[in-house]
């Protein structure tokens, strides 16, 4: 199975759920740590992922090869994080056939209605409660 993370600024919600991956599913997964910029993927790394990029290209091109993408809400939004999500980005995410798992996190002036006001911690732990029961039926 291969999934690919994506986040940016810091990468502080990827290597959460990286690391939780790495705990909950051990190597079982290959996962790939796209970061919007250098800090992102570094930290990614970091927590545990095979292999990362960084930028509009290796995401665009990643988005076409996994199963599975996984990472904040933002990712599917052009022009979010600051800017760091590209049009392109957001594009390449949103259409690709890998099912997407988000977190309903952003600091965009968006609401998604009918979504519990959870910590963090929390919404990574379903990310990743999900992704086991997926490796379990694999």
Sequence with gaps: MKLM???GQGG??????????????????EIFALG??????????KAGANRGATGENAIVETSRKVGFI?????IMMANSMMGEVTPA???????????????PLTQERVTVVGVCDE????????????????????
């Design 36 to 45: 919007t910029n250098s800090i992102a993927t570094s930290n990614m790394m």
């Design 5 to 7: 993370v994506m986040d």
């Design 12 to 29: 502080g919600i990827g290597a959460a759920i990286i690391k939780g991956l790495r705990e909950a599913v051990g190597n079982d997964i």
């Design 70 to 74: 996984l990472g904040p809400l933002a």
């Design 89 to 103: 980005m957001a594009s390449a995410v949103s259409s690709s056939d890998a099912r997407k798992i988000l977190i």
């Design 119 to 138: 910590p963090l911690p929390h919404l990574v732990k379903k990310v990743i409660a999900i992704i086991k029961e997926i490796t379990e039926d694999v």
